[in-house]
């Protein structure tokens, strides 16, 4: 079990608000190399709002569907992204991004969030980062 996972685990509580566990998920994260954003989108309705996250200035609305973040909500399933440049359906948040991964958080077979992490890297992300954000998101799922 990888030590971002392990301190995850141990800073996680039921007893304070999804808002503060997120957001200190989102610097635990954060410790992950190369990467220059991370951060959660919650889900209201059929939209994806900006949630706790560490990096610049990002959208703050994703329509279902739009972008990765919104096609991860759709279709309730990890996505990996080697080449931002090379998908019509990305949002571009900055410039720098060169791959992304989206994982959803689900609960009760219902998308509640995604985890977005980015990478001024070509295909930075690779099964052992999804094995480890769908294992985050299991266990955040608890929380909404
Ligand atoms: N690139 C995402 C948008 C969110 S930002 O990367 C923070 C997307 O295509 O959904």
């Not at 090379?86 to 992304?100: G, M, P, Q, Y």
Request: contains cysteine.
């Amino acid at each position: 079990m990888s030590n971002v996972f392990k301190d995850i685990e141990a800073i996680v509580s039921k007893d304070i608000p999804l808002i503060s566990n997120i957001a200190n998920v989102s610097s635990l994260l954060n410790k992950m190399e190369d990467i220059n954003w991370v951060g959660f989108y919650l889900v209201k309705d059929d939209y994806l709002y900006l949630g706790p996250f560490q990096g610049e200035v990002a959208c703050t609305i994703i329509k279902k569907g739009k972008g990765v973040c919104g096609t991860s909500f759709e279709k309730k399933e990890t996505i990996i992204v080697d080449d931002v440049t090379k998908i019509k359906n990305h949002i571009a948040c900055s410039s720098l991004t060169k791959s992304e991964i989206v994982v959803p958080i689900l609960k009760e077979d219902k998308v509640v969030g995604v985890i977005d992490v980015d990478s001024t890297s070509l295909s930075r992300f690779t099964q052992k980062e999804k094995e480890l954000l769908e294992q985050v998101a299991s266990l955040l799922s608890d929380l909404f």
